[in-house]
């Protein structure tokens, strides 16, 4: 329908058109996302980049938001095994703690049975497993020493980085003040990230950025690229969330009509904005380049690492939502009478186990205990946006180091309750809602 293009899902033709003559612009987080996948499949990605690097370009903010992080995710990275590490130590120890108190009262019973020889073959395993991540960690690059991503980049887009159009503080309070508006209405891009990054702020180069508004950045000067160059743009995000996509059911059926408007409005060049995650962007660049020697396996490790729920959070890296069993712990008979409560309510409103377009970005936690359980109750039950825990350092130490805010989208308190049910086996029919 003439004015409203925009509601219309695009056809393969237009995007191959948009495709054929748009310019290539990379989120910080697909740059980030290097460091989280084997060598070989961060290599494949760079190679496409590489024989694509005529029609590549990064906004300035995308570049500072990349080098602010870029430490913190290796780090985070690394140190990843020895939460493995530890995670699989705290479950053997509950395991075999258990085990041994329902196999006590055979010990004497049967002579057959040598109690002490099956825990020496259980040890014996888990001790492979130790030497097995031990040897992973052993090889993993150390890419604090030698980075050769940051060289690749480095020189990839040499000449490929916006210039800072907001030079002046003032500028910025400017694009603030318009983001706080918008946010207010939930205007695309960024304000899913109002209430988790709010207050966060980067300094750099005398200028205070606040974090809320870095979506809002990199569109802007997204907008200012296309207008000055008077070129269509595509997008490589591997942000999942609902102020860039278009989301109905659980699908996502394409950037948010908001931005396509608000693209097609910015000048009277009648040039045209869409977005791929990074694995389709790999997939369909396959498609149109000759001699790429792209593996399969590296496409689909790409799509592996969206569909665990990674976003691009410098305080969540790594997907973690396996740890859910802290949540578990010393749950009160009362606090699981309220869970049955909630859960009557999920379903009443069609949001029970047996729905299965309902999808969520899983925000990942490490080692992470409800402070408050009443507390954190309350907040499944009634907000829809924000869930507060605690960082507990150690073996689930009663001294508590730091305390984070964690994000989930609409829908995750939900799942995350329901899955609780299941692990608290209240309710031991419910099938867990699918996580992509």
Known sequence: MKGFEEFSIMTNEKKEG?????????????????????????????????????????????ALEYNHNRISTILQQTNSYNLILKDIDNAYREFTSALKEKLKNYENRHPGIEIDKLFEKIEMNICDVRKTINSAKELHPDYLKNDPFYEKIDSLFDG?????????????ETIFEEGHKRYENSIPPGY?????KKGKIRVWNNLIYKNEYGDLLVWKQILLKAKQEKTSVILITDDNKEDWWQIVSGKTIGPRIEL?????????????????????????AQEHINDTDVKPSSIKEVE?????????NENFISAAYSNRDLLLRKISNQNKE??????KELNAQSIGPFSNEYYAEVIPFDNLVASDLDKALKALMYDTGYYYLEVVQGDLSPEVKSSVKLYFDD???????????????IFSEVNVIPIV
Do not use: C
């Open 192 to 196: 899913k990230d109002a209430k988790d």
């Open 260 to 284: 396509l408007r608000e693209f097609k409005n910015n000048d009277d060049a009648n040039e045209d904005f869409y977005m791929y995650r990074t694995y389709q962007f790999m997939k369909i």
């Open 160 to 172: 490929k980085v916006g210039e800072n159009p907001f030079t002046q503080q003032s500028e910025l």
């Open 338 to 343: 309220k869970l049955k409560h909630l859960y």
């Open 18 to 62: 948009i495709w054929n003559k748009a310019i290539f612009v990379f989120d910080a987080n697909v740059l980030l996302n290097l460091y989280r996948y084997t060598e070989e499949t961060a290599n494949d990605l760079l190679s496409i980049m590489t024989m694509m690097k005529e029609r590549i370009w990064i906004p300035h903010q995308v």
């Open 304 to 312: 592996e690492l969206k569909s665990l729920g990674i976003v691009n």
């Open 411 to 425: 829908i995750v308190p939900r799942i995350v309750v329901l899955d609780m049910l299941v692990e608290l086996e």
